[in-house]
């Protein structure tokens, strides 16, 4: 299951899983978009079914769910793309930085349980949490690391409880950078007068290939992380 997936980062996500294997089940409120992506992925020969509608609207996310664990038996991989944070920057305090990001992550608890509770009855799944950053926040090490500390305590502590059923959960902070962009680099000198590029404000591409190994991956220990592609994070 994907959510918001017919926006940028959701449609890369969505066509690196179906092109994996996977059969998806893609959520947005954008029913025009959902549709069209859906029709090109199968004309592609992927199976992807749209699922319109607001992701945290009253009694959908039961829905989806319901839905997609009927159908299929189970829910092997969730996928929720958060919505963008924009915490105002300066202007605002710490403890109005810390009021938004628990906000924008309480938002997504409720479906999160729904999903927690379909996994550990069949035994296992992951969850994936991607927290999409705004240039500014990005640009803003104060904020960057009130989100990080907020979320990935969130993470970890929802990792904690549902280890013990099989179910992984992990998150990513994503940079806005757009598709093909690589953004700001950072470079150091190495041996021989050789330059390493040692990190970049990731783009579309780098978080679907990240979220795509986190899907496939067998590694069970791999639970509880916060993956930053942000550039003050490297």
């Keep these: 299951v994907v959510t918001r997936a017919s926006s940028i980062l959701g449609q890369e996500v969505t066509r690196c899983l ?11 409120d954008d029913s025009e978009n959902l549709r069209r992506m859906c029709d090109e992925l199968h004309s592609a ?22 839905s997609a664990s ?5 829910i092997d991989v969730y996928i929720d793309l958060l919505e963008s944070l924009h915490l105002g920057g300066s202007k605002e305090g710490i403890s109005a930085w810390d ?12 479906i999160l349980r729904e999903v927690a509770d379909v996994m550990k009855a ?17 640009g803003n090490s104060y904020l960057l690391r009130t989100i990080e500390r907020i979320t990935e305590a969130f993470i970890e502590g929802l ?22 962009d690589r953004g700001p680099t950072i470079s150091f000198s190495g041996g021989h007068g050789k330059h390493c590029q040692v990190g970049h404000v990731g783009n ?3 978080t679907a290939k990240l979220i795509r190994f986190i899907s496939v991956s067998e590694i069970e220990s791999l639970t509880g992380e916060l993956i930053s592609l942000c550039l003050n994070r490297v």
């Design 204 to 206: 579309v591409e780098d």
């Design 99 to 110: 009021s938004s990001v628990a906000n924008c992550l309480g938002k997504a608890s409720p």
């Design 45 to 66: 020969g992927l199976e992807v079914i749209p699922f319109p509608g607001g992701i945290y609207e009253e009694g959908v996310s039961d829905d989806l769910i319901r």
């Design 122 to 138: 069949q035994g296992g799944g992951k969850i994936i949490l991607v927290v999409n950053i705004s240039e500014e926040e990005n």
């Design 70 to 74: 009927q159908r299929f038996k189970r």
């Design 18 to 28: 179906a092109a994996e294997g996977f059969t998806l089940v893609a959520r947005d």
């Design 159 to 180: 990792a904690f409880e549902l280890f013990p059923n099989g179910v992984t959960v992990n998150g990513i902070l994503a940079g806005v950078s757009g598709r093909g």
